[in-house]
């Protein structure tokens, strides 16, 4: 049971590059979320989905966009990236928007931008 | 807009001895109080939550609502319990997700 699956899992970009980072879960969950985590800040939310074509921003959004065409997956893209965006990025998922509190949580993709 | 203070960057304690992990909050309305843990390597995974009132790896927490307060408590740390711990906060009826604090890294050395 893979859960949740995170692509890539390290990717290093120049400012101003684009790129999709891809989450995929098999619990059939309707929440998913982006998080960034960065030293000293904790766990911040980009964005959110609560079901397949629905998405919202968080706490951090500017400078992402986000997509989610099926419901297992859930796309956050960097159209040009800035070293401010260098992170590292979780994705998570949830029965119903977290109702008992468990977000399931993927790897971790780690981002550099130079 | 909810808050979640967690005051230590970093904790280090003795194999043994009490461990206390503060978490403080600001929420306007009836929150919902987690902790979750990330082992060396492994993902953040949930480890209690305030409505169980339950016991997980020897861990507790109580919902102080006069203190707005969530510390993680165990009374005899142990080497595995090395890790970073998030305390986290959930609207009531909240879609959003959780609110994260900044994590404390325990130590706990031998």
């Known amino acids: 049971n893979a859960g949740v699956t995170q692509t890539p899992k390290f990717r290093v970009l120049k400012t101003g590059q684009s790129m999709t980072l891809l989450c995929a879960q098999d619990?059939?969950?309707?929440?998913m979320y982006w998080y960034r985590q960065d030293p000293g800040m904790g766990l911040r939310l980009i964005h959110y989905?609560?079901?397949?074509?629905?998405?919202a921003k968080g706490e951090v959004p500017d400078g992402y966009n986000v997509s989610r065409l099926k419901k297992q997956n859930f796309l956050l893209g960097l159209e040009s990236a800035a070293p401010s965006q260098t992170s590292v990025y979780f994705c998570?998922?949830?029965?119903?928007?977290?109702?008992?509190?468990?977000?399931?949580f993927g790897e971790g993709s780690r981002l550099t931008v130079l | 807009a909810q808050r979640v203070t967690q005051p230590e960057k970093l904790l280090s304690v003795f194999k043994g001895a009490p461990v206390e992990l503060k978490c403080n909050y600001s929420?306007?309305?009836?929150?919902?109080l987690f902790w979750y843990v990330q082992y060396s390597r492994q993902r953040l995974q949930l480890l209690l939550r305030?409505?169980s009132r339950e016991s997980i790896k020897g861990f507790t927490a109580d919902l102080n609502k006069g203190e707005t307060s969530f510390h993680l408590k165990k009374p005899f740390a142990q080497e595995e319990d090395s890790a970073m711990y998030y305390c986290?906060?959930?609207?009531?009826?909240?879609?959003?997700?959780?609110?994260f604090g900044k994590g404390t890294h325990l130590i706990i050395q031998p």
């Open positions: 619990m059939n969950h309707e929440y």
């Open positions: 989905s609560v079901g397949e074509g629905t998405t």
């Open positions: 998570a998922s949830s029965y119903e928007g977290a109702r008992t509190g468990e977000l399931f």
């Open positions: 305030h409505i």
């Open positions: 929420y306007s309305g009836s929150p919902e």
């Open positions: 986290a906060l959930r609207k009531l009826g909240g879609a959003d997700g959780l609110t």
